[in-house]
């Protein structure tokens, strides 16, 4: 069945995305173009950042690639002027940068005390430190205009901290802490950070803790990318602009659920 999506028209908006390579922030990126955002598709890997912009293109959007680290503030602020001039002043910025690594991750093997320190920093950098620099490098600029959104994607491991990813979960805590505003909180979506955690590699079949999850949300699946358009599309639109301060949980019910 085809979604239905909100009659959103963001002709006139530029919005930057970063991470917008990934399953998740590609599917925005293409929602945003669909409803006539022009969309500068931001990520470390030119490949993916080439491809995602690509596809908008082919299907009749406005997009360009931007290859860019956000850990590195001077790209961060050359991105913000590629985009502006292939594309026109930045109004909105989607900071979907992050994930997380196996050796910043519990397991039989390797337990909490045996986390190597370079992992942890590896992934509280990308999610949280990757984050508060895009907001200064595209920040600035709305801030002088007095007008731009910035959609800060945080995780449902922020609200209610989960085993296993101690790095991940605190590194969410601390984008929610820092933003507190317009931040959308993804419950379990499928993604390459997480699958070796939620699936088997050689079976595609449940683990006991995918499974656990499941038993946890009451729609009984995993989100998809697109669960996530509605969201954004109300956060970028008109009818959000009183909003803020907020996180906004998108988990199928996964922390309304009391497990009785």
Same mark, same amino acid.
Request: include cysteine; charge should be negative; proline fraction near 4%.
């Given at each position: 069945m085809k979604r239905k999506e909100l009659d959103t028209d963001l002709s006139g908006e530029v919005v930057a995305v970063t991470g917008g390579g990934g399953v998740l922030c590609r599917a925005m990126a293409a929602a945003l173009a669909r409803h006539g955002a022009s969309v500068a598709v931001l990520d470390v890997s030119a490949e993916a950042a080439a491809q995602a912009a690509g596809e908008i293109k082919a299907g009749g959007g406005r997009a360009v690639a931007v290859p860019c680290?956000? @850990?590195?503030?001077?790209? @961060? @602020?050359?991105?913000?002027?590629?985009?502006?001039?292939?594309? *026109? &002043?930045?109004? &909105? /910025?989607?900071? *979907?940068?992050?994930? #997380?690594? &196996?050796?910043?991750?519990?397991?039989?093997e390797r337990t909490f005390f045996d986390l190597p320190k370079?992992?942890?920093?590896?992934?509280?950098? /990308?999610?949280?430190?990757?984050?508060? @620099?895009?907001?200064?490098?595209?920040?600035?600029?709305?801030?002088?205009?007095?007008? *731009?959104?910035?959609?800060?994607?945080?995780?449902? #491991?922020?609200?209610?901290p989960l085993t296993r990813i101690p790095a991940y979960s605190a590194a969410k805590s601390a984008v929610s802490n820092f933003t507190q505003w317009l931040a959308i909180a993804p419950g379990f979506f499928l993604t390459e950070q #997480?699958?070796?955690?939620?699936?088997?590699?050689?079976?595609?079949? /449940?683990?006991?803790?995918?499974?656990?999850?499941?038993?946890?949300?009451?729609?009984g699946r995993f989100g998809e990318p697109e669960d996530l358009v509605g969201t954004l599309l109300w956060l970028l639109s008109d009818s959000s602009k009183f909003v803020n301060g907020v996180i906004i949980p998108v988990d199928g019910g996964f922390s309304a659920f009391g497990g009785v």
């Open positions: 680290d956000v @850990l590195d503030r001077e790209q @961060l @602020l050359r991105a913000a002027e590629t985009v502006e001039s292939a594309l *026109g &002043a930045p109004t &909105a /910025l989607i900071n *979907g940068a992050g994930g #997380n690594k &196996a050796e910043a991750t519990t397991s039989p370079e992992a942890v920093e590896w992934v509280f950098d /990308l999610n949280f430190v990757g984050t508060f @620099l895009a907001c200064q490098a595209f920040g600035r600029a709305m801030a002088s205009r007095g007008a *731009g959104n910035i959609v800060n994607i945080s995780s449902m #491991n922020a609200v209610r #997480n699958r070796f955690l939620l699936t088997d590699r050689q079976t595609g079949e /449940l683990t006991p803790r995918g499974k656990t999850i499941l038993d946890h949300t009451p729609m």
